[in-house]
């Protein structure tokens, strides 16, 4: 359960949402049970992470515009329209990270939903839209910093079924049943396959191997989603570390054979994959690039590296309890 109060020098601080057009009580931000999107998983998201740098007392925000277009597009896709441009997105996620105060590594998540209190309406042109954003206190998204994956029976969806390059409500439950195959089998995470048996994603995050000097990675036509940190991690490798980068399609047994393996997401971060199906992935440690671009990426997201600075949002966070 999310908390509804903050620690702000160690008096509590209230938690706050944006809902239905204004910044209220994280408790007062409620939908009707005649929801729309609550029945039928109408609604498109984003997860945004922000990182709190210490040293500086700021909240660095990753790539908020990215993902503000990213969430634009999945509107368009279900017919939604709403009165915020991705400048007045930008500027309300900022506003409500400082009023919330958090002095910890935060996820951002605004959701874009049909709102109408209708059930029983297949027909998306007829639904009105709406929009909330909360912010809640975020760790280790996987719990472990090395992680043992197993390739799941579920198939990731195709694209001529439901939009696989947006991130809709509905398509994650194809996420969600991997997730929860993968554990309670034992492993920390699943990896998917597409319909013709070639890799495609893990259930929140996508896929890198590194292979006889090249990264490789899912071609977008195998449905993976079309990540920003995918994005990041691609420009990384090429721009700062040399490494060619080649999207194609990735066979499973490839995998085994790699030289190295690892996952990439705004909650995942990027973490390396040391097994797969009970097989190490060549000596079962997380290799030199995955090692590398971690390591670039983590001073990049928490706003320690001049060169991307770009791409981190600045919040300065309001420590007077309003």
Known sequence: MTNRTASVNGAPHPQFAFFRGEMVPLEDARVSVMTHALHYGTAVFEGIRGNWNVEQEKMYIFRLREHYERLMQGCRMLMMELPYTVDDLCRITVELVERNANRSDIYIRPLAYKGAEMVANLKLHELSSDFTLIVVPFGNYLGTENLRCCTSSWRRLEDQMTPT???????????????????????????????????????????????????????????????ITRET?????????????????????????????????????????????????????????????????????????????HWCTAAVLNLVAA
Request: aromatic share 6%.
């Open 165 to 227: 390059q947006i991130k809709t409500s509905a398509n994650y439950l194809n996420s969600i049943l991997a997730k929860t195959e993968a554990v309670l089998a034992g492993f920390d995470e699943a990896i998917l396959l597409n319909q013709d048996g070639h890799v495609s994603e893990g259930s929140g995050e996508n896929l890198f191997m590194m292979r006889k000097g090249k990264l490789i990675t899912p071609v977008l036509e195998d449905n993976p989603l079309p990540g």
């Open 233 to 309: 991690v691609m420009e990384l490798a090429q721009e700062d570390l040399g490494l060619e980068v080649v999207e194609r399609r990735i066979d499973r047994s490839e995998l085994y054979l790699a030289d190295e393996v690892f996952l990439s997401g705004t909650a995942a971060h990027l973490t390396p994959v040391i097994s797969l199906d009970s097989r190490p992935i060549a000596d079962g440690e997380p290799g030199p690039v995955s090692t590398a671009l971690k390591r670039m990426y983590f001073d990049i997201v928490f706003g320690r590296n001049p060169k991307y600075l």
